[in-house]
């Protein structure tokens, strides 16, 4: 993910660094956004500092003018431009009110792999969006993710949750409903009884439901819906046939600007008949991604420090271990289909 749709306005053209390239993201006239490397090849001056002409980026310096495919337009003083001078252009797609940046092969773009999040345009979450530079690796940030059970610790003061106490009780009144292991990720879908009050309406008893979905490169899909205690008892089907009493969902996409700092895009909302509470429960999980942001921002300053040193996995670490292996699997297979590509491709 590059942006949320509203970073981007139809004059400016906005810098965006994943996996150490610089862009440079700009809306066409038509409205549709186009993504080119921020480097004018010339003298390597930064497009972003450049100016929008119609559908093409001037370089400041000296001149010269690019097309959203990445080719040379115009070289000031000079009749023949040579295909050599070209930017790298980059496939782009909004969708959820999001922009979504493909750095692979042009040609491998698949629009149907961007993850069906619930963005600002949801009608069925009422969702506030925000992103934050993390200063961690985005595997970091992937595993804080992957395995929840940070949360009464990390998260004592936020998620209600309270220590060793409210650990004990979200095991003893957990119900693992499948776990799945998907082509591009893993899904855990759970029950948490016997939940007695939460920080968004207060003392109101609860079951909650907790479906969490984790997709490569990284993003978290995370819904939650509360319903009257005892709902397991009254399931038709293996699903509630009642209407919650409060749901609410987070989508958190991870990218890597550089191996030691990522951009946290996220988002929390109520479901839409609740949107009311936007705010307020916007705030609470705010305040919540700040206490991951503060232990990864410790962790990845750590791991600095004693570099090579190796993690220990624990049972809490299933997850993490599954999405991994997955994870591993399609960058496996990605470099081996790239090995076998025709040399004349290169
Ligand atoms: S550096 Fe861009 S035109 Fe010279
Ligand atoms: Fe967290």
């Known amino acids: 993910m ?22 440079a993201i700009y809306r066409k006239e038509d409205g549709t956004l186009a993504a080119l490397e921020d480097l004018c090849p010339h003298r390597l001056a930064p497009l972003t500092v ?147 009050s939460n920080p968004y309406f207060g003392e109101v008893p609860s079951d909650d439901r907790v479906i969490s979905t984790f997709l490569v490169p990284g993003v978290f899909i995370l819904t939650i819906h509360s319903y009257a205690p005892g709902v397991q008892d009254r399931l038709v089907d293996g699903e509630p046939a ?24 996220y988002n929390f909302g109520p479901g839409v008949e609740r949107s009311d509470l936007k705010e307020h429960a916007f705030a609470i999980a705010d305040a919540a991604f700040a206490e991951d942001k503060a232990i990864i921002e410790a962790q990845q300053a750590t791991i600095k420090k004693v570099p090579g040193r190796k993690m220990i996995m624990l049972a809490m670490d299933q997850p993490v271990l599954r999405y991994n292996e997955i994870y591993d699997g399609l960058r496996t297979k990605e470099a081996a289909e790239a090995a076998q590509a025709p040399a004349a491709a290169v």
């Open 50 to 196: 450049g100016r929008k002409e119609g559908d093409e980026l001037r370089c400041m310096y000296h001149g010269l003018k690019f097309a959203a495919d990445g080719r040379c337009t115009e070289i000031p003083g000079q009749e023949r431009i040579s295909s050599k001078v070209c930017v790298r252009s980059y496939p782009i797609e909004e969708k959820h009110g999001a922009a979504w940046v493909w750095m692979g092969d042009a040609e491998k773009a698949d629009v149907s792999l961007i993850p069906p999040i619930s963005g600002p345009d949801s009608t069925e979450f009422a969702m506030v969006c925000a992103k934050f530079v993390m200063k961690g690796n985005a595997e970091l940030v992937a595993d804080n993710l992957l395995d929840l059970s940070h949360a009464p610790f990390i998260h004592e003061s936020t998620f209600g949750a309270s220590n060793m106490k409210s650990l004990k009780l979200m095991k003893e009144g957990e119900t693992k409903r499948g776990t799945a292991v998907l082509e591009r990720g893993v899904r855990a879908d759970r029950w948490h009884a016997g939940r007695q």
């Open 2 to 23: 590059a942006g949320w749709s509203s970073e981007f306005s139809a004059t400016d053209i906005v810098p965006f660094t994943i996996m150490d390239e610089p862009l």
């Open 242 to 265: 009642e209407e919650p009493i409060f749901r609410r969902c987070t989508c958190q996409m991870i990218t890597p600007i550089n191996d030691t700092e990522s951009m946290f895009f």
